[in-house]
């Protein structure tokens, strides 16, 4: 069975306290142990204070890294300095960064790579613009974007569970656009067909696939109830408690699907 993961991308927004306090809101909502697997993922700045809050009941993720070990990268942060902070999940190839900060699908691969390798958890992002969409290239984009990600990701990885995707089409992203649960599972099932040739048939089964755009509490059931959708990634609505929770409880009731 696929557990569900509900993830909170709090993107660089909330400042120390409200980080504080919003992780606080969460875990005092959050049933104790929880059915769903549940990440918080604040700003780098951020990790240590709310780690301190959430306990064992959420998981820690965190946005970026960078792929060396160490050396002369200034500004830059490793896996293993994540490791340390007790982050268990690492974002790559979220759309912010492949069109503001310029990461091309070799770097998102290389930070896929450092990743998996430190023994952390990935969650490679991957989705089409809406030009790409209305141009019939959406299965080409996200082929692509599915092939340099995990270029370097072993199947070990992949059977240990060290291995999330996210689709989630730009357009739909902080738009309040949504993509209907059909549109959404369409282009699942694609990525779990792409799995399937890379991995095999039951490994593939076991790699949770979340959506990601516009998410909230009121499309969670139905975006949640398609087959290959295995959670949500969420920007917006994950700043809200109350919203986020929402979301939570509508995976918690769905949740034995598989
Ligand atoms: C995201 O940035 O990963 C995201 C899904 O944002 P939003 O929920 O705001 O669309």
Redesign the pocket.
Known sequence: MRKYLIAG?W?MNLDRAESVDLATQIIAKLPSPCPVEVSVIPTLVHLEAVKHVIGSNVQLGAQNVYFEKKGAFTGEVSVGMLRDMGVKYVLAG?S?RRHILGETDEIVGKKAHAIVTEGLGLILCVGETLEQRQHFKTVEVVGRQLDAGLAHVAAASAESGHLVIAY?PVW????GLTATPAQAQEVHAFIRTKLVEKYGQETAQNIRIQY????KKANAADLLAQVDIDGL?????SLMADEFIGIVQAAIAGQPKH
């Not at 739909?172 to 738009?175: C, D, V």
């Not at 990634?233 to 609505?237: N, R």
């Open positions: 991308n993107k979220h912010e989630e739909a992203i902080g738009t990601g755009g516009s998410a990634l969420i920007g917006g609505a």
